[in-house]
């Protein structure tokens, strides 16, 4: 099983940044692709960006040139640098690690971080 737990949200100002990390314990070498996500109020979960084992990286339209995912060296910590920060990038950010253990696939959510972005 993998632990996910996000920190780094707050309030921040139109143009302003911030980094979202995220702790992933237990079972770290079964994970195949983390991903962050968000979710605005009243609206479904939608993806951010995804990195994969390699280290290939995908984004939504929405935040491409803005937002950067990594994974840090140890590969224990995901990170979201987010620039140039919008009032629509105002979620709950959610870190995810899809993981294969023992030949069964797994996914495994955090509990989620809040950014508001506001003036």
């Known amino acids: 099983q993998v632990q996910l737990a996000e920190s780094g949200g707050g309030l921040v100002q139109p143009g302003g940044s911030l980094r979202l990390s995220c702790a992933a314990s237990g079972v770290i070498f079964s994970i195949n692709a983390m991903a962050w996500y968000r979710q605005a109020p009243g609206k479904q979960r939608e993806l951010v960006a995804t990195i994969t084992r390699g280290g290939s990286t995908n984004y939504a339209d929405s935040v491409k040139g803005r937002f950067t995912i990594s994974r840090g060296n140890n590969k224990r910590t995901l990170y979201l640098q987010m620039n140039s920060l919008k009032p629509e990038d105002t979620a709950i950010y959610y870190c995810?690690?899809?993981?294969?253990?023992?030949?069964?696939?797994?996914?495994?959510w955090g509990q989620g971080t809040q950014v508001t972005v506001s003036s």
């Open positions: 995810n690690a899809d993981y294969n253990l023992n030949g069964n696939w797994g996914s495994s």
